[in-house]
């Protein structure tokens, strides 16, 4: 086909990068909202213990769409579950919200992420449906699964509330923000959790992410290395 024009190299890319703005806010509202992935990540060559990571619901109504995640969840038949914040964008939605995190069947640890305390929300009512499916909210506390020997140390990401791993059980550290790792000191966990980033705001092939919320601190998406344990956000 015999183009009109004559497509220069640089038109081309100076096209291509006008283009991006267009189809990087497209992916941001159109598509990466509704999108459901999931990733799997093994973490010794022989694991005994599924765990089930997921972060940043923001739930707003959209019940189909969380009810898709729970039934992606259980399909998925974990030991444990790990939820590491912003389980809502308002105060309104909690109920619905809770109701169907009570619906997870294995047991579901939680921490707040800044979007819950944005919503001036009471904690001690996620209590309850956390506590129903065998696990708990944590709030800058412990909790432990002694049937798969886990013990998991739960941040809200506020002060430090130098809770330590304890020698001959399995530690898992919680937090909303990648870049709270930072703040551990010589602790080393056996795995860290952490949300809050979406894997950048905006995220373009080759590129990577062009935007990053406050305090991810580099730890943007997928699994790191750390001097803390392995991280992955």
Not at 15 to 33: C, H, N, Y
Not at 178 to 199: W, Y
Request: aromatic residues 10%; glycine residues 10%; hydrophobic residues 40%.
């Amino acid at each position: 086909m015999k183009l009109p024009f004559k497509l220069t190299r640089r038109k081309f890319i100076y096209g291509s990068m006008a283009a991006l703005p267009s189809a990087a806010a497209a992916d941001t509202f159109l598509i990466e909202p509704g999108w459901l992935a999931v990733n799997r990540v093994k973490l010794s060559e022989s694991p005994t213990t599924r765990i089930v990571h997921f972060t940043d619901v923001h739930h707003k109504g959209d019940r189909k769409y969380f009810e898709q995640v729970v039934a992606t969840i259980n399909g998925l038949k974990p030991d444990v579950v790990c939820f590491t914040g912003d389980l809502i964008e308002k105060k309104g939605h909690m109920a619905e919200a809770l109701e169907l995190v009570a619906t997870i069947k294995a047991p579901v640890v939680g921490i707040p992420g800044n979007h819950d305390y944005w919503a001036q929300v009471d904690f001690h009512e996620w209590a309850e449906p956390f506590r129903s499916t065998g696990g708990a909210f944590l709030m800058d506390k412990a909790f432990e699964l002694k049937r798969h020997n886990l013990r998991f140390i739960g941040l809200t990401g506020g002060k430090d509330p130098e809770l330590e791993p304890e020698a001959g059980k399995r530690n898992i550290l919680l937090t909303h923000y990648p870049a709270h790792v930072k703040d551990m000191r010589e602790r080393k966990f056996d795995l860290l959790l952490a949300g809050h980033s979406h894997g950048g705001q905006i995220r373009l092939p080759f590129l990577g992410a062009l935007i990053l919320p406050w305090r991810v601190g580099g730890y943007d998406l997928g699994h790191f290395d750390t001097k803390w344990g392995p991280l992955y956000v």
